[in-house]
């Protein structure tokens, strides 16, 4: 490791992990989009200077000098009255912003074109020179803005604006379209006034007349009562009216009392006199009777002399007995009686009750016929009064609708009266239509400074557009995270650019980097067994030899027999890198029958063995792979080594790696930043993955350092100029993890 060489264009890397695909959200989705504009700021740069350096001058010197003539009509919203001097003379013109644009799209119409057109007849002028149609001409311009005609907001102008290198002649149509317009305006406005004249005055004689004929039927309708005012009589009516009302509504009520006490009667429901009156009657009664009054006296002597013989006799005396025995049976009389008597007073009470009820029906049942005749009166009166007073309301309803119809008749009456008066005196009233001022040229606002001001920021925007085009075209992976994210294939590891890193840490991060890789292709293989290992790439540049080597010398530096096979016989690189002795071609000696031990060179101090080769049978390659010696030779190879590395063509430039690859246990894929595209790669993937192959992963060289694309194609193995190869070979050595021995010797 003392001897580690200069390192170049490689990427740290030293989690020993596999790497997944950026957190999804809107922020990285962003820097995607902006990330590959700014690298490409160069192109931002050469198209603002491009657009600047020629778009200004030819702005700035291209443009001529343009003048701006205008001409305008006033349309005042508000016309000062000469006879009435009223408060809607101040009022201004109802819907006066769409009149106004009406008459500017008027000026514009065919009849103002026409007029205009027959006064510039015969005039030399640019804008209708050679055309077959001047109206036509006048037309388009004025649609397509040569001709603008527009109101002004907040104000009372219409301006006809023409924007040209003749003034004068600009002048010219414009005043024509101005005098061609008022000259219509008038005319229209003549004519109006007399037809108005002509139709207020049929009306006013129309008005005059049914104002005598209205006047003649009210007083037709007032003779009848020699008034006209009826809301006095109409009145007294009503009041009338309101107090028979009053009287039926008591009528009414005091009948339907009496219809229902009638109804109870019929149905022998009558209201019993207060029971405490009749317990007081049957108490009288009673007491009144000779039988009982007698009764009650000797119960009343018997008690006073058994209560004294009691104090001096003893309870079994009998004449005591006696006594209490009379004493009962007047006792029990007395109840006899008062049950009689009781059951008489009933009986009598019944009567008495039944008597009352029948005279007291016969009463309510006279109340009940006058009541009902007294109803019918009221009821008749009441109708008489209330059709007279209808009758009454509608008269003057009538004469109140008739003076309003006369009331409306003379003030429109009046109002066509002053109307006529306003027309006669207003005809000398200045005109709402006026000419504000004929045409006028000055030079126009050049809008040079503007579109020079625009023109930098124009070619930036369009210097980004360019940049965003270029960054979606551009299919190069760039980094780790375009494989994993982009092209779905594990990442085994990077390899990390000198230019990035300190010049003094190179070598610790060459050693580093390839700890990392031999890491984690451990993980990735777990308990599997995977001695046997094809390094290739997508297409040519991408690493894959220098990958190669370094993986070989990293597993042999940590003590593990190793052998490197040069496995690409079309373009053999990997003695001409390690700067081994000419002429050894290992692997052809092997493939042709010589022993393993006599084609491997072993690489001190390393303990490496390269199986090397020459371009001595390149056209025969193919062949010389598929036979099966060649296979055999693996065997004995897979049982002599730990480790076996073969470095093999590019996928998409040859058949070769996928011959290798069926022969060996794995395939890694090497790809270089910023040179091996997307679906390049992608392609070698499916190519490997069709044949049943075991892709272990990628390794991702060169990141961030900007190299040149193109696909290696058919002239891959051609036999290029021997300085060329020379200097390939030198750049090749500078990234190997061990010096060629001849640099060794050397530094010794």
Known sequence: MADLERYENRMVQQEVVQFDGPPDGHEGSVTELIVPILRRWYVIMATFIVVCGI?????????????????????????????????????????????????????????????????????????????????????????????????????????????????????????????????????????????????????????????????????????????????????????TVARLQDDLDGVTIRRIELEAQVNMYEKDVSEPLPEINRLQEQSAYINTDPTMQTLVANIRQYEAQIITDKQTMTDNNPELQNRIAILESFKKRMEERREELVKDFDDRYKQEVEARRNYAKVQVKAQLAQTIEHEKKIREELDRYDTATIGLGRKQLNIDDKKAELARTREIFNTVCNRISEIVMEQKRPARISIAEMASSVPAQSKRKKLALATPFGGIALGVFLAFLLAKADKRLRGAQDVVKRVGVRIIGTTTSSRHIDRSMITQQLSDDYQTIRANLGLFNGHESTKVLVVTSPGVGDGKTTFAINIALSFAQSGEKVLLIDGDLRKPDIADMLNLPKGLRGLQDMLFGKSLAESVYELSPTGLHILAADRRNCSDALDLLRQTHTVDCMKNIRNEYDHVIIDTPPVLASADPLVWAKMADAVIMACFAEHTSRPDLREAIERLEQIGVRVLGTVLNNVRVGSSYYRYGYGYGADGGKAQRKAKAKRGRSLLLVAPKSEQEDSK
């Open 55 to 239: 778009g200004v001058p030819a702005i700035w010197f291209g443009m001529e000098q343009k003048y701006e003539t205008t001409g305008s009509i006033r349309i005042s919203p508000i016309v000062s009255r000469i006879l009435f001097n009223d408060s809607d003379s101040d009022r201004p013109m109802p819907n006066y912003a769409n009149f106004m644009t009406t008459e500017a799209e008027r000026i514009a119409g065919p009849t103002v074109l026409n007029r205009v057109a027959d006064e510039l007849s015969g005039k030399k002028l640019t804008l209708l020179e050679g055309s077959v149609d001047p109206v036509l001409t006048l037309r388009q311009a004025a649609n397509n803005g040569g001709i603008e005609i527009a109101t002004q907001r907040h104000s009372e102008l219409i301006t006809i604006k023409m924007i040209s290198r003749f003034p004068r002649e600009a002048e010219q149509i414009v005043d024509a379209f101005i005098r061609s317009y008022m000259n219509i305006v008038r005319a229209e406005e003549g004519r109006s006034d007399d037809n108005k004249l002509n139709i207020l005055e049929e009306q006013k004689r129309t008005l005059d007349t049914k104002i005598d004929t209205q006047a003649k039927e009210i007083n037709t309708l007032l003779d009848e009562f020699g008034t006209e005012e009826l809301d006095g009589r109409q009145e007294i009516m009503l009041q």
